[in-house]
């Protein structure tokens, strides 16, 4: 069964892709616990403790603080809870050990806040390195074509932006590195970074409702999304949906809230869902790297899902709020 949908504070969140914790690591490399970790103290130790908890999945940050907030005290609920312990919030020698178990020790860069993440979405998508380079250019740091190659100037423009940003640098685009750029840059339209709409050459058996108007239409059974213009289908792709337990309601829908930055929080981790377009409380049609990566091999919370960047943006911008989505 789906949970309880949120409100406007779980907007920007969304339904997103479910991942494993990662195994469990040799406990001879767990720091000692120098003393009870509780809500509102601060010690060298939460830091480590909140990357942990981000590691195991239960606190979706970028970045980690000393000081024990609300935020950290739900997650080691959460952890407790899992584990069999009584659900206090406060950290004992049982919930340290219970928590090693499912984390690794921190490396340094992740103590700073200095550690390179995995790229916002993969640079092979053309599209999206077409964004990024439209982008570097506007911050001066880029002077090539845009033409969607991760080149070497790309590289360096991309390490030069994370020295600007007060990070050392690398090559690699991740979260704490794309949001400063693209709050400083303005997103540039489909129109200019390619010369022409999506092209499409799969067909999808179109359901009656989706024949008048601006509609997405999408077929579970058939595995497919397209968008359609009037009776007139401008493109057909291949979409994932929910996996087992997870099941959103089929049937017509309006757009409701567009945001094309989203990232989902819900889950315990940080997971980028661009162009989503949502039609049902929480649940989006968007871009999905793990869809990219790893095809019908995983499944979403709820959303439906595109694996072609290039496919969403352009999606995104022929639609507006109280558009049609058709479900079936």
């Not at 892709?17 to 809500?39: G, K, W």
């Amino acid at each position: 069964m789906r949970r309880p949908a949120l409100l406007l504070s779980a907007l920007i969140f969304g339904f997103a892709t479910a991942a494993i914790a990662n195994p469990l690591p040799d406990p001879i490399s767990v720091t000692p616990l120098a003393q009870e970790l509780r809500f509102k103290m601060q010690s060298p130790q939460v830091r480590e403790l909140q990357v942990r908890l981000r590691q195991a999945k239960y606190l979706a940050v970028v970045d980690v603080e000393d000081r024990f907030g609300q935020q950290t005290r739900e997650a080691v609920r959460k952890l407790q809870q899992d584990a069999g312990l009584r659900a206090t919030g406060a950290v004992d020698a049982a919930t340290w050990q219970a928590l090693a178990q499912r984390s690794r020790q921190p490396t340094q860069a992740e103590l700073n806040n200095t550690d390179i993440g995995p790229w916002y979405v993969a640079p092979d998508q053309p599209g999206y390195v077409m964004e990024l380079q439209h982008r570097l250019k506007q911050a001066g740091l880029y002077q090539g074509r845009i033409d969607g190659v991760l080149n070497p100037d790309t590289r360096q423009a991309v390490a030069a932006w994370r020295q600007r940003i007060g990070l050392p640098a690398s090559e690699v685009m991740d979260e704490r590195t794309w949001v400063p750029l693209i709050r400083r840059t303005r997103t540039p339209r489909y129109a200019e970074l390619f010369d022409a709409p999506p092209s499409s050459d799969m067909t999808q058996q179109l359901d009656p409702r989706c024949t008048t108007g601006k509609v997405i239409c999408i077929s579970r059974q058939q595995k497919k999304m397209s968008f359609v213009d009037n009776g007139r289908i401008r493109f057909t792709r291949e979409a994932r949906f929910a996996m087992p337990g997870w099941e959103s309601d089929e049937g017509e829908f309006r757009i409701w809230y567009m945001n094309h930055e989203t990232v989902s929080k819900i889950f315990g981790e940080r997971t980028p869902m661009p162009f989503a377009l949502f039609y049902d409380r929480n649940v989006a049609v968007h871009y999905s790297q793990d869809f990219a990566d790893k095809g019908y091999a995983g499944g979403s919370h709820g959303c439906s899902q595109l694996r072609d960047y290039q496919v969403a943006k352009w999606l995104y911008e022929q639609v507006k709020v109280g558009d049609k989505v058709v479900v079936y």
